[in-house]
């Protein structure tokens, strides 16, 4: 596995690769890879020629100084998983190799970013699809991976590619869960071991929420409320938002169930300074 620090080398990397016609697989991360991550890159691998897998925390998705820096950072322990796992270059910028200049376009994707993670973390999406956009130029995939667990991010990436036509397909695979069922993400290394027992409620709640919407025997509304109960139960959780949501529009629902649609609850929520998000779907009969 070739490791490239600078964005000329993966751009003369990826002309190597389209003039041999090879399928490029690209699996963009920020890194403290865990199984989620793994499971993308062994697709990439399966699906493409050779895999490129970005490991970049990209500052201008954060709103909150504190939240980037605290951010895991492990390139050593990455590099060392990614190899077995197919990938044939980890491209590893600094900053100023992303960002050799302050950026002025705007992302806005209106009512998309509007809601749950848009609404809580202002600005969150334009920094995403400002480097997702970078490299999707650097390395030209035929094919990108994004995890699930982003729900939000992985239909405002689709809008991204269809609004600028990038020439690629987006694959987005179910997220991955701890035995107890705890979503997979980096930022589960930092949960003290009393935020990390208490953590799975997280999931429960989703699947209380999603057994009521099943059922259709309440609102939505009150669906929310019986959710919001739920985790207020428990002191070691303060939630920020719980959103049922039509999953393609990610717009709320309201007042009734939309037959026949796929609803997403999504939350966020905070464990000893550690915010964690995590989403379950449930198709409604039609
Ligand atoms: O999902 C992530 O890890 C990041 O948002 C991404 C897509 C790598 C962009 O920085």
């Known amino acids: 596995m070739e490791i490239l620090q600078s964005a000329a080398a993966l751009q ?13 697989g690209l699996v963009p991360t920020m890194g403290a890879l865990h199984e989620g991550h793994l499971q993308l890159v062994r697709a990439a691998a399966r699906e493409n020629d050779v895999v490129v897998v970005s490991v970049f925390v990209n500052p201008t998705q954060f709103n909150n100084a504190e939240d980037f820096r605290l951010y895991p950072r492990v390139p050593d322990a990455d590099a060392a998983l ?4 197919g990938c044939t270059a980890l491209f590893m910028p600094s900053v100023e190799q992303m960002y050799p200049q302050p950026t002025v376009l705007r ?16 600005g969150h999406f334009h920094g995403v ?11 030209r995939p035929h ?17 991204l590619v269809a609004d600028l036509s990038f020439d690629l397909e987006i694959v987005a695979y179910p ?9 997979m993400s980096s930022r ?6 009393e935020a990390r027992a208490v953590a799975p409620r997280l999931y429960q709640a989703l699947m209380l929420g999603a057994g009521l919407a099943q059922e259709q025997a309440q609102t939505p509304e009150a669906v929310q409320q019986a959710v919001a109960e739920f985790l207020a139960a428990e002191p070691a959780i303060t939630l920020e938002y719980f959103t049922l949501a039509d999953a393609q529009t990610l717009q709320p629902l309201a007042g009734f169930w939309p037959r026949g649609r796929t609803v997403a609850l999504c ?9 964690l998000i995590d989403n379950v779907l449930v198709t409604l009969p039609g």
Do not use: C
């Open 143 to 159: 094919r990108a991976y994004f995890g699930q667990k982003d729900l939000q991010q992985v239909t405002i990436i689709r809008q």
């Open 267 to 275: 939350l966020a929520a905070h464990l000893g300074g550690v915010r």
């Open 12 to 24: 003369a990397q990826t002309e190597i690769w389209r003039q041999n016609k090879l399928r490029v």
């Open 82 to 85: 990614l190899g077995p796992a």
């Open 188 to 193: 589960n290394r930092r949960l003290s071991a």
């Open 107 to 122: 992302f806005d994707f209106g009512p998309l970013e509007q809601v749950m993670e848009g609404e809580h973390r202002p």
């Open 175 to 183: 997220t991955i869960r701890e035995e107890d069922g705890l979503a």
């Open 129 to 139: 699809a400002t480097v997702v956009s970078k490299l999707f130029h650097l390395s």
